[in-house]
């Protein structure tokens, strides 16, 4: 994916000795040593990172960071002390007035906390102020800002005043703003701080539906860790202007980086950071009409699973057999060698990879694996209902429980040891 920003070695130094401050950071002195002996303000320190074009880039932390300085600065709002800050490889930190200028206008747009919608223009208007900026013609200017109420879902209201809308409602109209002059980055600065939990839970999963077709690239700031893994393609956590770590939702929470990130991750949700791909193994599926009851009883033994689905030459399923119903099918005098058919089980749970945790707790209950299907309904892997509940409770870094990328236990099916068996 090619790179959209680039972030390198930015520092941000507030006040008069700002080389004084530069050089105590150099030497390892804190944030508040230097306030005191400079009275300089570290508001970021030697931040560094890429986002690609289409990514959601988190930035999480507590106030006082340097969320908003940080993105203050890829805005152009402010300059950086030093360090260079790239947006299709044009240094927002060091061109001119005018390129800035031009930059700010047509690629980059910022949504807040606290914007100000005007209270006695419509949501439409309201949506369209930055196309006013940019001196486009009324017309034009509808019809985008029109767009961008339907990406947001406000089409009904646009010709309502704000004060007509709810608080969730007016946030969005912020969004349509800024989605309106079409942006190739969009900066989002606490955007849902203001909102309930519940209509911020809501903003958070529409912004991702949204994303799905906008895929802009996104820097978007919370302190709300659960916020930021939810969203995040990729999260950094600030601490005193500094990265401490940068990485994704799942290497964040299963390998946090020091006792600071430990701390948040003890409060997260795990239940919406996880998906089921993240617990997903590799579905080792039967093949209906060619694979027989034995050939199943033996993978389930070599995968140490109790069950695996079956699948067409399509991989479309057909069903799920259980280790047991074939070991009482053989043991049946009547069908000695059973067809997978006859003991499959057609009534079997599925999700989409993408699908949380959450959602997938009542699916994991049934105790049957949990089929994960692609767009086309076909099998992709599937999810053991105790990885699920180990994901849940966090139990599973320590144990061999859940699944990972590298974990490919499935493939064994192929092993030596398989053929080893069977040659014996
Ligand atoms: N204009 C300024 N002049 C002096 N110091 C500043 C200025 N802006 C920010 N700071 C300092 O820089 C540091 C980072 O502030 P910043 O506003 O970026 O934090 P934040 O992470 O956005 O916090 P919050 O979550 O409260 O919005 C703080 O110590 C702040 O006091
Ligand atoms: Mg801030």
New binding site residues.
């Given amino acids: 994916m090619p790179v959209k920003l680039a972030v390198r070695n930015v520092f941000?130094i507030?006040?008069e000795r700002t080389e004084a401050a530069l050089q105590q950071l150099a030497e390892g002195k804190t944030?508040e040593e230097i306030?005191e002996s400079t009275g300089a303000?570290?508001?970021?320190q030697d931040a560094s990172f890429d986002v690609g074009e289409g990514e959601i880039f988190v930035?999480m932390?507590?106030?006082?960071?340097?969320?908003?300085?940080?993105?203050?600065m890829l805005n152009g709002l402010?300059a950086p002390t030093s360090g260079a800050i790239l947006i299709d490889s044009e240094d927002v930190a060091s061109c001119g007035r005018r390129q800035l200028r031009d930059i700010r206008r047509d690629k980059i747009a910022m949504v807040f906390q606290h914007f100000a919608l005007f209270p006695h223009w419509t949501v439409a208007e309201n949506a369209a102020y930055g196309l006013r900026v940019k001196g486009m013609k009324r017309d034009e200017r509808r019809e985008k800002a029109l767009k961008a109420l339907e990406q947001v879902g406000l089409t009904a209201w646009a010709d309502s005043l704000p004060s007509e809308l709810s608080g969730g409602m007016q946030q969005r109209v912020g969004l349509a703003r800024g989605l309106a002059t079409e942006p190739e980055v969009l900066l989002m600065?606490?955007p849902f701080g203001a909102l309930d939990p519940l209509i911020r839970r809501e903003m958070q999963d529409e912004l991702l539906v949204l994303q799905k077709s906008l895929k802009k690239t996104i820097v978007f700031?919370t302190?709300d860790l659960n916020e930021a893994l939810l969203l995040g393609d990729k999260i950094a956590i600030?601490k005193?202007?500094r990265f401490v770590q940068v990485g994704t939702a799942q290497e964040i929470v299963s390998n946090p980086a020091d006792d600071y990130v430990a701390a948040f991750v003890a409060d997260i949700d795990r239940g919406r950071v996880f998906t089921a791909e993240d617990v997903s193994n590799d579905p080792a599926a039967m093949k209906l009409g060619s694979d027989n009851a034995e050939d199943a009883m033996r993978a389930m033994e070599d995968l140490n699973r109790n069950a695996l689905y079956v699948v067409d030459d399509k991989d479309n399923i057909a069903g799920v057999v259980t280790y047991q119903d074939l070991a009482a099918a053989t043991l049946d005098e009547a069908t000695p060698n059973p067809v997978l058919e006859e003991v499959m089980i057609t009534d079997y749970p599925t999700v989409d990879a993408d699908a949380q945790l959450n959602e997938l707790y009542g699916a994991a209950s049934g105790g049957l694996p949990i089929a994960v299907t692609d767009d086309r309904d076909r099998l992709v892997g599937v999810v053991e209902p105790e990885a699920v509940f180990a994901q849940l409770s966090g139990d599973c870094e320590t144990d061999a429980e859940c699944p990972s990328e590298d974990d490919d236990a499935a493939a064994s099916l192929e092993t030596p040891k398989t053929k080893e068996r069977e040659d014996a």
């Fill in positions: 941000k507030f006040g944030k306030l303000t570290v508001g970021v930035v932390g507590l106030s006082g960071s340097g969320k908003s300085t940080l993105v203050r402010i600065d606490e700031i302190h600030m005193d202007g």
